[in-house]
């Protein structure tokens, strides 16, 4: 057991499966824990039994949180804009949420259309979807700009045919920041397209 | 509470503070353990709560282990090859046993001298070293191959002049699988200095 005991290699291991670390990572990880007991290891264990306690998904949207209905769906005025995302996971709505969108609700889908994986509409929250779309003014479809995403939304635009209810989708274009000479011809010709006036 | 409440919002923040982790890595990992709560979180978490009670500090050489003496210190075979490797950090030590380097025994320092940090002799384990020093046959010292490795290895050679007892150093050379196009002279100079027959 080069790596001092059992304890320690089985916390690296399950360290190393999360996303962004590895193996290599994982070991220093451990070792910084270890070196940081009592400020970091400590309460991290601590943090983690009360998430493990904690977290549920919220049964109306599929947002993580510690109360369902969520923070999100319990708050009145994120009712009064009657806008309702939709995404496909919710790193997706925490994302939105960063960027300050304001009062409204989301909808997580849990994933998209994806027939070559075997994921057709009964393994996402459509119903969901279905059911509270007409509660609201306007659904705005935010799936990411991949084919999968772009399927899904013709699909769920599909379902809601014939419902009068306004369905949107994000605006494509340069990203704040970004530099033509770097972006796909695509994004560039969606950007010229959707041209705005000075 | 934009993510999912303070529980999962202290979470993220704790897992922040590990290495090769930021705010960003820190939050998808929450995610991704949130989403496998059975599989991983919980594992993840007991594993922890294990760690917690069982790891120490070797009192002899300065590893982690779940007992001290450790298990290379317990073990009356690391002894008989005489050999006591000088590492900067338990992580090198961890390196030289993944890299298989035989019946060898260590001793952590803890760090390396360095003026400028205001790190002096006495914070790290030196005197364990000069006592431990005289029960082997050869010292070998695997300092990083840095300013303050090199100043701490010409430091420990001094404190044990006198004693007789052998030391030695790690090679330098070209790395196995690297291309000399990529290397410094310094190493580059190094390697044909300590050039080998064939």
Redesign the interface.
């Known amino acids: ?8 290699e ?2 690296i291991q ?2 190393a ?5 590895g193996p290599r ?1 994982a ?8 070196k940081r ?1 009592e400020q ?6 601590a ?6 306690a ?2 549920r998904t919220c049964e109306v949207c599929g ?5 369902s209905p ?2 999100i769906c319990a708050d009145p005025r994120r009712g009064e804009s009657g806008i309702l995302i939709v995404v496909e ?3 997706d709505l ?1 994302a939105l ?2 960027a300050g969108v304001g009062n409204v609700r989301y909808h997580v889908l849990g994933g998209v259309l994806s027939p070559l994986d075997g994921i057709g509409p009964d393994d996402l929250h459509l119903d969901g979807l279905i059911e509270r779309a007409p509660a609201y003014g306007e659904i705005v479809l935010a799936m990411n700009a991949t084919v999968e995403g772009q399927t899904t939304a013709h699909y769920i635009t599909d379902r809601l045919a014939g419902t009068g209810i306004k369905i949107t989708r994000l605006a494509h274009g340069v990203p704040v920041g970004g530099e033509l000479d770097y972006l796909d011809e695509g994004t560039l010709s969606q950007a010229l397209k959707a041209r705005t006036a000075l």
């Open positions: 057991m080069p790596n001092g005991g059992p304890e320690i089985q916390l399950l360290l499966r999360l996303p962004g670390l990572s070991r220093r990880a451990v070792l910084h824990l270890i007991k970091l290891m400590i309460p991290l264990s943090a983690l039994d009360r998430a493990v904690a977290v947002n993580v949180d510690t109360a969520c923070s996971d919710v790193a925490w949420e960063r």
